[in-house]
Nanobody, 127 residues
Framework: QLHLVESGGGLVQPGGSLRLSCRASGDTLDDYAIGWFRQAPGKEREGVSWLSSDGANTGYADSVKGRFTISRDSAKKTAYLQMSTLKPEDTADYFC????????????????????WGQGTQVTVSS
């Protein structure tokens, strides 16, 4: 069974950057579509960014488009979310998720599409 662990969260000033990592154990990430989701206090979980299992396609929520970049390092069994030009409204717990799909080019944008989840990492954007 795939086990995911996020890291890289923290406190950052508006305009700053962070890179979140999602390390997998128990299986390679190559056969999995990846999603990053976030949940702010008092709000529902929302999708942030998605990567197809073949690595060919990515997707981003409108609120982060142009500022966030999703990627994957197969050798390190790690997915990343590079976040730049951070805003206070980006403050949330961030979760990575994986869906076993076996090399296709589809991105999965709903949280219900995913079976495997990490425990989350907290991101606070504040001056």
């Amino acid at each position: 069974q795939l086990h995911l662990v996020e890291s890289g969260g923290g406190l950052v000033q508006p305009g700053g950057s962070l890179r979140l990592s999602c390390r997998a154990s128990g299986d390679t990430l190559d056969d999995y579509a990846i999603g990053w989701f976030r949940q702010a206090p008092g709000k529902e979980r929302e999708g942030v960014s998605w990567l197809s299992s073949d690595g060919a396609n990515t997707g981003y929520a409108d609120s982060v488009k142009g500022r966030f970049t999703i990627s994957r390092d197969s050798a390190k069994k790690t997915a990343y979310l590079q976040m730049s030009t951070l805003k206070p409204e980006d403050t949330a717990d961030y979760f990575c998720a994986a869906r076993l799909t076996f090399l296709n080019n589809r991105v999965y944008v709903e949280s219900n599409d995913y079976k495997d989840w990490g425990q989350g990492t907290q991101v606070t954007v504040s001056s």
